[in-house]
């Protein structure tokens, strides 16, 4: 029987064996992951923590039952140590012992790893970083004495955190180092989920840098350029992830941007059966036209679903990444995909972006709110380069993202936007979409 | 100075008006309209009369002041009377008396009227239709004494109108000659509406004619077929539209099915300077490829827009629609976009359509809920044709449509839909949206 062998029990690696089993059944799939929880939805943790998920069994996306029961092989507190391609064998740890695991194909599905700054005191107790269940069990755990919360960084994950802390009544200051929050949007977006923050009571630094961390009278300091000192019983470093790819490289996976492992559209790393997804490897991203590292749980999924495929005799293309992404920061939606102003300048093209706000729905229905679009397009062209949406939690912004982001990937022209055929009631929208009034005035403004 | 006339003053007229301004301010554009209403959302009269939207001003898209400022004139209270295309004038009837008003481009947007089935009783005192806001203002009047209510028909108007009367606590009846409500979705998606609607008191008596209408002791008796007699002080006939189209025939446009006018995608009628547009005209459909009589808002801005820029001197093609709508009716939104398979198979297609049932978003987020999305693709080529979206008011059906109709635009496979790189957070989405679920269940159906 051949032998599918998973590095990683995350997005990738479990979409992968079960596309793998999804496409021929015959094949036996092992999945080998570091700790004892598979599939679970990292990007569930800030959930658990706000106390919105009290039981964190339920952020698994399946069960280890179903997984069982979907033919997945499941080898639990297992560290993949090294990768040895021409024996085909990988060396693993479990139990405090090392064997060999066979297989005919491998899939690298080692994901990413939460940045550590050389800052002073980043080892101190009561300084975590949140990217595992474990990371989660212990701030939780911390979380019983706390009172006062400081977190490091203020995208995604930071402002999530300042979101559930402040639904637990925390007293939370929020320290980034760059101008504004949410850096993946612009900064003028950005400043509406700082304002959404600072008016639920957090303390938001921003252009602060964090310079140390000290430990003195049983709580933790955080001190910053700015000569700030900040008193906090728990201090979350949340400034991004870099690849995990130490068991990769020593099978001779060749790395590219940030480190990330290169593979191609069918998420083959150029070493015969080994493949590689998710948030260890670099993205085709189509827009700029390049690869680049841009670790996303959907992108994850996409991947490891294409890698899971080919390896056991499929053929599938990773159809690239628009970085279409959505966060919800207390009643604040913000979601982007595509291409902004200034990256489509450095990718070549002659954009222009425009800005309108425009409520969600007819005013004239109860409920209606103002959202903030902005619409980048290629003068030369008319294409639409991307969008960025800012909103009310209740103003359908995910899904108004997307359908910028359906368009993107077919290449429509911001003006063909706004002849799309949208549903319209008045309690969800306007006879012409925000989303089409937001593509008019790029038109307008093109003259 | 070029002069546009514009024969009426719902969502095409207006939207023809404004979009020749836009284009050609030069020339100087006139707006007849019959009542004295322009630019009124007639989609807003439900939530009027449930109370929701307290000021019947505010259903205004635009006041009157606004519109005129926007350079337009309005003639309110106008009637059309006569279409002289040779001597390039129109009749009307303006308080009382008949004048002419010379035009250099006329365009046609006399929408449609309502319905009025041959009943035995329908022109009783107390028995409505509603479509404009003499329709609401006589309705409004006569709730304030009514205690039951009949509905006849449960298509968008007669369901919409349940749930605003449901929320005056009324009691209800809707009574439908179909063998389900909203006949635009499959049965067994109408289904969840009726559902929804019973569950909230409301009598639904589907495969049931009404046989006429009776006054008797100062109340209305509305007998079926069946051999009911269900009593009211209120009766409403919401039966569907029909284009409103005499005074265009005296101008000797032609008329296609439905007896609306036929059109090209410019939105000319074939008579010289004259142009048409909104609920009195043919709609080209591109999924069947062919015009057929298919009355929306969204549509008639659109073909309005069009209309208005290609009558003073611009060139715009109207992109045709896909049929994409969506209602709420109480707590539930139903929408759909293309076509369904009995239209598929009609069409020529070779259609399979499968049904999922998915939660809107990760059930670990509080608030999530079941929805059942209907994916319609062609066997032979793999292409997406329709979907049909039924869900929880806050399940984002509308822009989950959305995403369906602007990969319809783009003729995408239904496989494409899958790779799509939509947004996700856990509370608002799951990492494959189920947009991409419904068609990976589509694709595993297809074997």
């Known amino acids: 029987v051949p032998h599918l062998l998973v590095i990683g029990g995350s997005d990738a690696g479990i979409a992968g064996a079960l596309a793998a089993r999804h496409h021929d059944p015959s094949w036996d799939v092992t999945v080998?992951?570091?700790?004892?929880?598979?599939?679970?939805?990292i990007c569930g943790l800030p959930f658990y923590l706000s106390?919105?998920?009290?039981?964190?069994?339920?952020?698994?996306?399946?069960?280890?039952?179903?997984?069982?029961?979907?033919?997945?092989?499941?080898?639990?507190?297992?560290?993949?140590?090294d990768l040895d391609p021409p024996n085909r064998h990988v060396t693993v740890a479990q139990d405090g012992r090392c064997h060999e695991l066979v297989y005919d194909e491998v899939l690298v599905a080692t994901g990413a790893k939460p940045v550590r700054p050389p800052l002073p005191g980043i080892d101190l107790d009561g300084v975590h970083t949140m990217h595992t269940m474990a990371d989660a069990f212990a701030v939780h755990e911390r979380l019983r004495d706390a009172r006062h919360v400081v977190i490091v960084g203020a995208g995604y994950i930071g402002c999530e955190l300042a979101d559930a802390f402040t639904r637990r009544h925390l007293d939370v200051s929020v320290i980034e180092a760059l101008p504004e929050v949410l850096s993946t949007v612009d900064n003028d977006l950005g400043r509406h989920v700082r304002d959404e923050l600072t008016g639920h009571g957090v303390r938001v630094l921003v252009d602060t840098a964090v310079t140390g961390i000290r430990s003195r009278e049983r709580r933790l300091h955080v001190s910053t350029g700015s000569g700030l000192d900040v008193a906090a019983d728990l201090v979350i470093v949340a400034v991004g992830v870099s690849?995990?790819?130490?068991?990769?490289?020593?099978?001779?996976?060749?790395?590219?941007?940030?480190?990330?492992?290169?593979?191609?559209?069918?998420?083959?790393?150029?070493?015969?059966?080994?493949?590689?997804?998710?948030?260890?490897?670099?993205?085709?991203?189509?827009l700029p036209g390049r690869a680049g590292y841009l670790p996303l749980g959907t992108t994850a999924h996409k991947q490891g679903r294409v890698a899971g495929t080919n390896a056991v005799g499929g053929d599938r293309l990773f159809a690239g990444s628009l970085g279409t992404q959505v966060v919800q920061v207390l009643n604040v939606a913000v979601a982007r995909t595509g291409l902004r102003d200034s990256e489509a300048s450095t990718a070549g093209y002659h954009p222009r972006t425009i800005e309108v706000t425009v409520d969600d729905h007819k005013a004239y229905y109860p409920g209606a709110t103002p959202m903030v679009l902005r619409v980048t397009g290629d003068i030369d062209t008319g294409r639409l380069l991307g969008a960025q949406v800012v909103g009310h939690r209740t103003a359908q912004v995910a899904k108004r993202i997307d359908i910028f982001a359906t368009a993107l990937q077919s290449a429509l022209t911001v003006d063909a936007v706004s002849d799309l055929d949208l549903s319209y009631t008045p309690p969800y929208s306007s006879p012409w979409?925000?989303?089409q009034t937001a593509a008019q005035t790029w038109l307008s403004a093109a003259g």
Chains 1, 2 share one sequence.
């Open 32 to 41: 080998a992951l570091a700790d004892r929880y598979p599939n679970f939805s």
């Open 51 to 81: 106390g919105e998920t009290p039981n964190w069994r339920d952020l698994a996306h399946r069960s280890a039952a179903d997984l069982t029961e979907a033919g997945l092989h499941l080898a639990l507190e297992t560290t993949a140590v």
């Open 243 to 286: 690849p995990n790819t130490a068991f990769g490289r020593r099978g001779g996976l060749a790395t590219g941007g940030r480190g990330a492992f290169v593979v191609d559209r069918r998420m083959a790393t150029g070493i015969p059966h080994v493949w590689a997804a998710g948030d260890c490897v670099e993205t085709w991203l189509p």
């Open 433 to 435: 979409d925000p989303v």
